[in-house]
């Protein structure tokens, strides 16, 4: 059974940094498409972050380039979202979601399986 389990949301104050985990069982992160969304209050879900399953390739949508960065512990079973830099705008609950498949979207529809969300609240 596959399973997502999101963790390290919280309050962060603008300019400071946050790192969200998504703890991975039922398959193997290093070989399938992983990717972090989020939902702002009154907003459609958006991708922020994707790596695919194949040869590792990133893709950032520009709100997040060079702030955020994606990656996976492949021995934990785990992909991480690094926050730097955060702003209010990037309030939100974060997603992390994956497909048993190798390619690189950030297209919510792409994505089969997906975690319980996590709560990040920028602010001073």
């Known amino acids: 059974q596959v399973q997502l389990v999101e963790s390290g949301g919280g309050l962060v104050q603008p300019g400071g940094s946050l790192r969200l985990s998504c703890a991975a069982s039922?398959?193997?992160?290093?070989?399938?498409?992983i990717a972090w969304f989020r939902q702002a209050p009154g907003k459609e879900r958006e991708g922020v972050s994707c790596?695919?399953?194949?040869?590792?390739?990133?893709y950032y949508p520009d709100s997040v380039k060079g702030r955020f960065t994606i990656s996976r512990d492949n021995v934990k079973n785990t992909v991480y979202l690094q926050m730097n830099s955060p702003k209010p705008e990037d309030t939100g609950v974060y997603y992390c979601?994956?497909?048993?498949?190798?390619?690189?979207?950030?297209?919510?529809?792409?994505?089969?399986?997906w975690g319980q969300g996590t709560q990040v609240t920028v602010s001073s």
């Open positions: 039922g398959f193997t992160l290093d070989s399938n498409a």
């Open positions: 979601a994956a497909d048993l498949s190798k390619g690189l979207s950030a297209v919510e529809a792409y994505y089969d399986y």
């Open positions: 790596i695919s399953g194949s040869e590792g390739s990133i």
